[in-house]
């Protein structure tokens, strides 16, 4: 059985090997400045590397309903770290949207598996969520 690092380590290599190939063929280069170069490597390390990594763990844990079930909180992530790091807006719609999605994540988490719940699980989920 693989394991989940040597799953998301692969499937990088591959992934950047056809990016890298697709770029050769259609003639796109690489017009990137340091510093766009430096942001794009390290969105693709958190959240590709390090996130998905905490997904893939959290499935061994949980399972891929549950796993996925709370990483579907990712749009909330956002919506949380544009508030306070862009002073962006909450509107009541958005507010009450939020209080409906961790409602229905506690739901199906207190249902389904009381008593199984895995809390390191349930934490990787929600980490991997917060890094995509």
């Excluded at 770029?23 to 390090?50: A, D, H, P, R």
């Excluded at 990712?74 to 544009?82: D, G, I, K, R, V």
């Amino acid at each position: 059985m693989l394991g989940t690092a040597k799953v998301n380590i692969s499937r990088l290599f591959l992934g950047g090997f056809f990016l890298f190939l697709t770029l050769l063929i259609t003639g796109n280069g690489f017009n990137f400045s340091k510093g766009e170069f430096f942001y794009l490597s390290l969105s693709g390390i958190i959240g590709l590397g390090l996130g998905d990594w905490l997904l893939f763990e959290s499935f061994l844990l949980l399972g891929p309903q549950l796993s996925m079930l709370i990483f579907t909180s990712s749009p909330l992530m956002t919506l949380l770290l544009s508030f306070i790091f862009l002073k962006e807006k909450i509107s009541p719609l958005d507010f009450f949207g939020i209080i409906l999605v961790i409602s229905g994540i506690c739901l199906a988490l207190i249902k389904n598996r009381l008593g199984k719940i895995v809390f390191k699980g349930v934490l990787f989920s929600f980490l991997g969520a917060l890094m995509q």
